[in-house]
């Protein structure tokens, strides 16, 4: 999930009055939060499995706003995620906010890490193993992981019974290469994580920021990866060069300090604004001063190394420029290219077309018009005919992802120009069936007039060029890949119908064990109680327990907790380690255990990050499903070269632009 959608899910969740008040970084929770974890955590898993002492947690960020205590599950009483009825997105972050906020009260977890040393001849080879001895809040929450229990298992490596001076028969062995990878690319996730560790922004604004960063077309999302633009390129350059303090990730720190300072009445705010706009190194002397020595020309233009062209950025985006014997040439670069896409080869690709004309795959059968293959500012397309006065607008049809210009044949072009293709009429609506190719992949849909259009997208080993109306007809007929948590899980057990409303009353298994649903009603097996052997009688008088306490946790949360709003929690834990077992030819040592330490910050090794357990849970689809969105854009044709975000302007304006600073939005490097 984007930092955007998280912000209006959790704001979605504190109106329904499911979390507390979510605009905060605070760590810190009240004391209600605390007894009503440590109650969840007692009844759940056992006393063996909380805390010795109630957990307290302090902020180590010198600009966090406390106003609000942490994220947390609202009301005295914590809801867990089966008994709220949420579903989708919204079930996901309570889920999260949940199992998180539980953690934090829950026993360390206990495990033994085992190195084994093997020694051959001159050859040293190592094997690590480690055992879980206690999971500890393991069982509530394992970072990244929706299934706790799933995951403690994968977590262990367990290593046979080794002893020092053993002698091992090697049956195999293989020599892996491995390479030095450059730094990853920023993702939402770690670009919010960068922030917070510089003193820049505050979880309202981390949204903001980042929306504005795309926005403005500096970046662009490819593979959930924040990858800068050549217009970023250029905008960075320039005020390193001319106004690098500007630019210092120190400068938006220290002004967030003030702007607090500020709020607290620690300053005045008329002399600090008189001071940065226009005392003696304010912004306005230096734009007026740095005017006349910023050439328009430079501003906009990106340098790369390799390439003999030039890169400029113009009133429609991006272009190359380059001087021949003909005279100058620029030629566009398609908008999905970025800085690290373009290479000598595509350079020369793009100013051939433009100076030789497309390169021509042949004819075509039927009207005998020639077809060409072109790259534009959408991607590379094939183009029936050329564009004339009497025909301004040939056909065109976009190559489908991952299919080459140069790999593209004469056969391939037809049929892309054929789309959409007729596969026929649905037998049971008459209504025509089609075969398309969207800016969001191949599709088909089912065109009931005025009922609407059916879409389904076209995935694996089908192919919108041959795929056939039976086919068509299954995918139709297959319910549509909606959001949320995927298909409902299938009861272990299922017990009969409801003696009230007639609704089915199923046994569950859950993250937690065995459970009871009635409707959206979850309700715990009761303790004694077997799945194989529960009544119905029994089930009932659970689930008329769990409903009685709905309602009362529902009434105090209400009456109880209507002012209080919360944020964030971060858990960080310690684990015990105990060395077991060091095994070589030579040396021995015996196990050290260390004891489990509680801190106020930290509880287990296993470290827990917010962010990153959001970026785990990514997978969740967009609220419209691909065919769905299909359904508004898909277009056979490439638009038409429309006005870029990044405009030409004069370096004057470009320059206060970006030095004009806000509170909302917080100046960063492109990276």
Known sequence: MSARDTMRVAQSLYEQGYITYMRTDSVNLSQQAIAAARSCVQQMYGSEYLSPEPRRYATKSKGAQEAHEAIRPAGSTF??????????????????????????????????????????????????GKRIDFPGFFRAYVEGSDDPDAAIENQEVILPVLREGDHLNCQELEAIAHETQPPARYTEASLVKTLESEGIGRPSTYASIIGTIIDRGYAQMVNNSLVPTFTAFA???????????????????????????????????????????????????????????????????????????????????????????????????????????????????????????????????????????????YGPYVQLGDATDENPKPKRASLPKGVQPQNVTLEQAVNLLALPRLLGMHPETGCKIQANLGRFGPYIVH??????????????????????????????????????????????????????????????????????????LNASLPEGEAAESITMETALKALAEKAATKKTSRRSS???????????????????????????????????????????????????STTKAAAAKKTTKSAKSTAEAEAEAAPTEPAPAKQATAKSTTAKSTAQKAASTTRSTKSTKAS
């Open 447 to 520: 065109d009931q007039g005025k009922n609407g259009k059916d879409y389904r997208s076209i995935k694996g080993d089908d192919d919108v060029l041959t795929i056939t109306l039976e086919r068509a007809l299954e995918l139709l007929a297959e319910p549509k890949a909606g959001r949320g948590r995927g298909r409902a899980a299938a009861p272990i057990r299922e017990l009969g119908p409801h003696p009230e409303d007639g609704e089915p009353v199923n046994l569950y298994n859950g993250p937690y064990g065995v459970y009871i649903k009635h409707g959206k």
């Open 235 to 377: 905008v960075t350059s320039l005020l390193e060069k001319h106004f690098p303090d500007l630019v210092d990730t120190s400068f938006t720190a220290r002004m967030e300090r003030t702007l607090d300072d500020i709020s607290m009445g620690e300053a005045d705010w008329l002399p600090y604004l008189q001071q940065f706009y226009l005392g003696e190194t304010g912004l306005d002397g230096q734009v007026k001063q740095r005017e006349s020595q910023i050439d328009p020309a430079e501003a906009r233009s990106v340098e790369l190394e390799g390439l003999d062209a030039k890169v400029r950025i113009g009133r429609y985006g991006a272009y190359i420029e380059t001087e021949t014997e003909e005279g100058l040439v620029k030629a566009t670069i398609p908008q999905d290219f970025t800085p690290s896409d373009l290479d000598a080869e595509r350079v020369e690709v793009l100013l051939r077309q433009k100076t030789e004309g497309p390169d021509k795959l042949g004819f075509h059968p039927e009207t005998g018009e020639p077809i060409y293959v072109l790259i534009g500012a």
């Open 79 to 128: 809801r867990t995620p089966q008994e709220t009825g949420l579903s989708g997105r919204e079930f996901q972050l309570y889920d999260l906010i949940w199992k998180r906020t539980v953690a934090t009260q829950m026993a360390e977890v206990r495990q033994t890490n085992i190195t084994v040393q093997i020694q051959a001849e001159d050859a040293g080879f190592r094997a690590t």
């Open 558 to 608: 209400k009456t109880g907790d209507a002012g209080t709003k919360t944020s964030g929690t971060k858990t960080a834990t310690k684990t015990t380690k105990t060395t077991r077992a060091k095994a070589g030819t030579a040396k021995s040592s015996t196990a050290k255990s260390s004891t489990a330490k509680s801190s106020t910050t930290k509880s287990s090794t296993a470290k827990s």
